[in-house]
């Protein structure tokens, strides 16, 4: 009764755009890794004293090392890949509703998502991080730093540049650009505080958001450029995608000799290394999809990816609460208990959601 009763919903409220089986892929790859670097965060170790509990290459450099340069593992960029993916079906979703439904629409929906993050930063960055914990970030910095409030600033950007200059994806990548070199420019500025730097800087400065808004916009342009022959999207990526990537990994290259690559404040060269990155996983997940291989639960954890990122933290609270001498005396347990089930789990709910046909828009 109960999928019958979603099916007729369904029916009455058909989707505004198409969904991509190969997008969900994609998006379930990156919600792993980022419940990976969840979960692994309690496990830091203190080198040289004190040796981590899991695999470092898993979890962020700066657990290890929060000096400069910083320290930086593949987990860095999970967050702005995120930031990206939520660029790229923002643009999908926001264009759509302008197209069918009016700009008032395609603003209700995007001031919606972007109030429902900045509220979810609030009671994970503020409340339950800084009241319950004493770990949480400032308030007076909690709308544009942390992890959910940088989501909130890209997916706001995102919208803009997307309402601003709906029809030209270059136009908006050469913003993005403009984006990328005044933050390296800001951050030679030593008067500017720098959160990787120790502190360094008397004057705050959110760093971290301006990047997110530049790599979300990225997202837009990618978007859009994969649809840039309706017929044939490998059009996009020969013109576009792919040659945009390979010189953003060059420009990666270049910037890290100058500004190396660092997780809190997103410099210019990680979010290089971000998009990138994105530009080449878009292509191997589509690729994968003309090859008709699909990773299993991929699909299912990708199409509710933020609310699978947010359970996360559950676990989080959780592994804090394990005894660090009995994780260290038992790997195999450790690997088993704290590795792989709350990955389990997390895939066990979106089969349960993907059965019921859900999808929390959040």
């Known amino acids: 009764m109960v999928e019958e009763r979603i099916e007729e919903e369904q029916e009455e409220k058909p989707n505004l755009h198409k969904r991509y089986e190969w997008l969900d892929q994609f998006r379930g790859l990156i919600i792993i890794f980022l419940i990976i670097s969840v979960i692994t965060w309690p496990l830091s170790g203190n080198f040289p004293g004190e040796a981590p509990i899991g695999p470092p290459l898993l979890n962020h450099g700066f657990q290890y090392y929060d000096g400069y340069p910083a320290l930086i593992t593949i987990i860095d960029i999970g967050q702005q890949i995120f930031m990206f993916i939520l660029g790229f079906v923002g643009y999908i979703a926001f264009t ?13 929906h995007g001031i919606i998502r972007v109030a429902v993050l900045y509220g979810l930063a609030f009671i994970d960055d503020g409340l339950i991080g800084g009241l319950l914990f004493g770990d949480g970030i400032p308030w007076d910095e909690v709308l544009w730093y942390g992890t959910l409030a940088n989501l909130a600033i890209g997916t706001f950007a995102a919208y803009l540049l997307a309402y601003l200059i709906p029809k030209s994806a270059d136009k908006r990548l050469y913003v993005c650009i403009g984006i990328l070199i005044i933050h390296a420019i800001l951050y030679a500025t030593p008067l500017l505080e720098h959160k990787g730097l120790g502190g360094v800087g008397t004057i705050p400065f959110p760093f971290n958001s301006l990047n997110h808004a530049a790599i979300a916009i990225a997202g837009t342009c990618f978007s859009q450029w994969y649809k840039m022959d309706s017929e044939d999207p490998n059009v996009g990526f020969k013109k576009r995608i792919l040659p945009v990537s390979s010189i953003f990994i060059i420009a990666f290259y270049c910037f890290d000799w100058i500004q190396p690559a660092e997780h809190h404040d997103a410099t210019t060269s990680l979010a290089f290394l971000a998009i990138a990155a994105s530009g080449f996983l878009i292509a191997v997940f589509y690729g994968f ?69 859900i999808k929390i828009k959040i």
Do not use: C, H, Q
């Not at 759509?96 to 209700?108: D, E, L, Q, V, Y």
């Not at 990773?295 to 359970?311: D, R, T």
């Not at 450790?334 to 046909?357: D, F, K, S, Y």
């Open 96 to 108: 759509s509703r302008m197209k069918k439904k009016g700009a008032g629409a395609a603003w209700k």
């Open 289 to 357: 999809e003309k090859m008709n291989f699909k990773v299993p639960v991929l699909s299912e954890m990708g199409k509710n990816m933020l609310l699978l990122f947010i359970l996360a933290f559950i676990f989080d609270v959780a592994i804090g609460l394990l005894d660090r001498s009995f994780l260290v005396a038992n790997p195999l347990i450790t690997m088993l208990l704290v590795g792989v089930l709350p990955i389990v789990i997390e895939a066990g709910i979106a089969l349960l959601l993907a059965r019921w046909n």
